[in-house]
């Protein structure tokens, strides 16, 4: 019941609580009148009785001198007509019974020459005094009165006491249901509008008010918190809506600005070919027609100029490519990463095989997403494996993958130079080169490139390397489709 207490209603607890100290607050009353009823009654017989006691030993005394038993008969006699007496007798100086009235269970007087206990014994009240004249004992009374009356009365007593307090009890149900509406309403209907308030988000209802009290107090608290949410509700709504209207603004200006920016490098890449081509081709018709008239400083000059137009159009390809994974629409679709893999190392194999070369890629890799992307973001990571293992004695490169929690983990490792973990921040970073071109050609978009393609697909790249040992690249991709 102690554990059910915290899931009662209020009112039913201030009932429960109400009721509860009523009815044992009744209960000890009537208890207490119970055993004081009983207790006085008590004392009322033992007067009563040490009373008629007396009367008969001042009628008896006479006779008792004289030895008239005719006489003491007569007198004990008279007790019959009180009905409580169970017994009586009456004894001379020695101890010898001279009259007696017989007991209901007809008991034997008791030897008084023995000790005879007296008070209340069992279920009856027992009294052994002196009858004395002029101060001389003349012989002894013996009185027995049973306790059945008594307890005629304290029954009758308990159920008019238990009636009168069921009486109260129920007044009190009555007047603690009244009370209870006057303590609990205000209360349940704070508590019934606080729920309608977070159930339909409408802060202009308030909470009934009547009266002074803390109760009345609260009420008027509860409104004035609610009026201040209101407030600040609507200055909210009113900043929700003005910064939509900033963010659709800026999202609109952003959006020009990409179409702009996207409509700038196409044409700027579209219209930088044709002036390369026309330099790579001039360079070309130069070295074979007029290669002979050129002295060694022409050649080198002549040579630098065709590698740098060969490098701008890698430029250029590799930024059409940056704006294309950027922008394309997705296509999802289950990709076969092994096989697609596997494709693209042995395009590397016949493109360039002059290191000893051992390619090792994990069997039946799956992942979700747009192929065509994919293609160019795992292109890049073997090609930097091949391009930055191409000074070893043999090239290693090992694919391999572990799904887990709703991802799969795609690592490339290489065993070629590596890199510096303190320029790590850089490595995704469009232009950025952690390798001068002396040493390895590139562009510095082949990775920022890949860090698109993993952001659009939800995903998250890594890395780790140590200079001189190789680096790994670990692709972190979700395992259903988004």
């Known amino acids: 019941m102690i554990g059910r207490w915290r899931y009662w209603r209020l009112k039913t607890k201030l009932l429960f609580l109400t009721l509860f100290t009523s009815a044992l607050g009744i209960s000890l009353v009537c208890i207490s009148l119970i055993l004081v009823e009983n207790q006085n009654y008590r004392k009322q017989l033992e007067s009563e009785l040490h009373v008629i006691a007396g009367i008969l030993a001042e009628q008896s005394a006479a006779a008792l001198l004289f030895t008239d038993r005719e006489q003491l008969g007569s007198i004990i006699s008279s007790l019959k007509r009180i009905g409580t007496i169970r017994q009586a007798c009456i004894y001379s100086p020695g101890g010898e019974v001279l009259s007696a009235l017989e007991s209901m269970d007809r008991q034997p007087c008791p030897d008084i020459t023995q000790r005879v206990e007296a008070g209340f014994v069992g279920d009856a009240y027992q009294l052994l005094i002196p009858v004395t004249l002029d101060s001389e004992t003349v012989g002894h009374l013996y009185l027995t009165s049973h306790l059945d009356v008594m307890r005629n009365h304290i029954r009758t007593f308990v159920l008019v006491t238990i009636a009168v307090g069921t009486v109260i009890l129920l007044a009190l ?154 922008r394309q629409p997705m296509e999802n679709e289950s990709v076969d990463l092994t096989n697609l893999l596997q494709e693209i190392s042995d395009e590397l194999m016949n493109i360039e095989h002059s290191v000893p070369t051992e390619v090792n890629i994990q069997k039946g890799i799956h992942v979700v997403g747009d192929s065509r992307m994919l293609r160019v973001a795992f292109q890049n990571l073997l090609e930097n494996a091949w391009k930055y293992s191409a000074k070893v004695e043999k090239r290693r490169v090992d694919v391999s993958a572990v799904e887990t929690g709703g991802f799969i983990t795609i690592e490339v490792r290489d065993n070629g130079v590596g890199f510096d973990m303190r320029y790590i921040d850089k490595l995704f970073v469009a232009f950025n080169r952690l390798h001068t071109p002396s040493e390895f050609g590139g562009t510095g978009i082949g990775l920022a490139t890949v860090y698109r393609v993993v952001r659009r697909h939800h995903g998250e790249i890594s890395a780790s390397s140590e200079v001189g040992k190789g680096a790994r690249f670990d692709v972190t991709l979700p395992v259903s489709r988004r």
């Open 173 to 326: 149900v009555f007047l603690a249901l009244k009370l209870q509406r006057i303590v609990s309403g205000p209360i349940l209907t704070l508590s019934e509008t606080a729920e309608r308030i977070a159930r339909d988000a409408d802060y202009t209802i308030r909470a009934p008010v009547s009266g002074t009290d803390e109760l009345g107090r609260l009420g008027n608290t509860f409104n004035e918190m609610i009026g201040t949410i209101e407030q600040q509700n609507r200055r909210i709504l009113e900043s929700r809506d003005s910064l939509e209207r900033i963010v659709e603004a800026r999202t609109s200006e952003l959006s020009m600005a990409d179409r702009e920016l996207e409509a700038f490098s196409y044409s700027v890449s579209h219209d930088l070919r044709q002036p390369l081509r026309a330099i790579e081709g001039f360079g070309q018709a130069l070295e074979e027609d007029c290669g002979e008239q050129l002295n060694d400083a022409g050649k080198d000059y002549l040579r630098r100029i065709r590698a740098a137009s060969v490098r701008m159009a890698s430029l250029i390809d590799g930024l059409l490519v940056l704006s294309r994974v950027s």
